[in-house]
């Protein structure tokens, strides 16, 4: 199984700076075939990335994806108030999919 | 509207059975699999495994094989999760979720709302 590790665990930062999240795989991703979701508290994950850097219906430009192979980064260049948030990654490329154990991300 | 509706909470013993469901409206039922993911409280997702309601076929995570078994009913277009053999460590919240695609193996831009199953004695 494709083990998927998320830095850092918590993240905090000030509205308008700019957040960066990893996603490291245990092994390559088959196709870049990794998702970011966001969730937040009593509700179901939403999904934001897929394929590494698409991004999904009706997510705002200041969300973008990048990486390949073993490394990925979700990058959300300028934070608003509704971003704080957990974000999970979450590979799809083989069986069993698997989830990263999420980041915080807090307001400072 | 595409909808996947899920059944109420439960609260079980250990050792019991859970089954719960996840109606869908709003497309083709038997078009795109349909997986379950739980995520226990305070913690993160698990993929427990997934059903192509066009041939049943499932595929489920080593985590829970022999333990969990995925159902499609096509003429009430219901999808079934049981889980059986419970323990404290189950209670969790239960999604169904999906995507519009024919690969079964994808990301989840539909989810339920969740099923949260306690498993207390």
């Known amino acids: 199984e494709v083990v998927l590790t998320q830095s850092p665990g918590t993240l905090s930062l000030s509205p308008g700076e700019r957040a960066t999240l990893s996603c490291r795989a245990g092994?390559?991703?088959?196709?870049?075939?990794l998702a970011w979701y966001q969730q937040k508290p009593g509700q179901a994950p939403s999904l934001l990335i897929s394929?590494?850097?698409r991004r999904a219906t009706g997510i705002p430009d200041r969300f973008s994806g990048s990486g390949s192979g073993t490394d990925f980064t979700l990058t959300i260049s300028r934070l608003e108030p509704e971003d704080f948030a957990v974000y999970y990654c979450?590979?799809?490329?083989?069986?069993?999919?698997?989830f990263g154990q999420g980041t915080r991300l807090e307001i400072k | 509207e595409v909808q996947l509706v899920q059944s109420g909470a439960e609260v079980k013993k250990p050792g019991a059975t859970v089954k719960i469901s996840c109606k869908v409206s709003?497309?083709?039922?038997?078009?795109?699999?349909m997986h379950w993911v739980r995520q226990a409280p305070g913690k993160g997702l698990e993929w427990l495994g997934l059903?192509?309601?066009?041939?049943?076929?499932?595929i489920y995570a080593d985590n829970f094989q022999g333990r969990v078994t995925i159902t499609a009913d096509t003429s009430t277009d219901t999808v079934y999760m049981e889980l059986n053999t419970l323990r404290s460590e189950d209670t969790a919240v239960y999604y169904c979720?999906?995507?519009?695609?024919?690969?079964?193996?994808?990301?989840?831009?539909?989810w339920g709302r969740g099923t949260l199953v306690t498993v207390s004695s």
């Open positions: 059903i192509d309601p066009e041939d049943d076929e499932t």
């Open positions: 709003g497309y083709t039922f038997t078009d795109y699999s």
């Open positions: 979720a999906t995507t519009d695609s024919y690969i079964r193996l994808r990301y989840f831009d539909l």
């Open positions: 394929g590494a850097s």
């Open positions: 979450q590979q799809y490329g083989s069986s069993p999919i698997t």
């Open positions: 092994q390559s991703v088959t196709g870049s075939y």
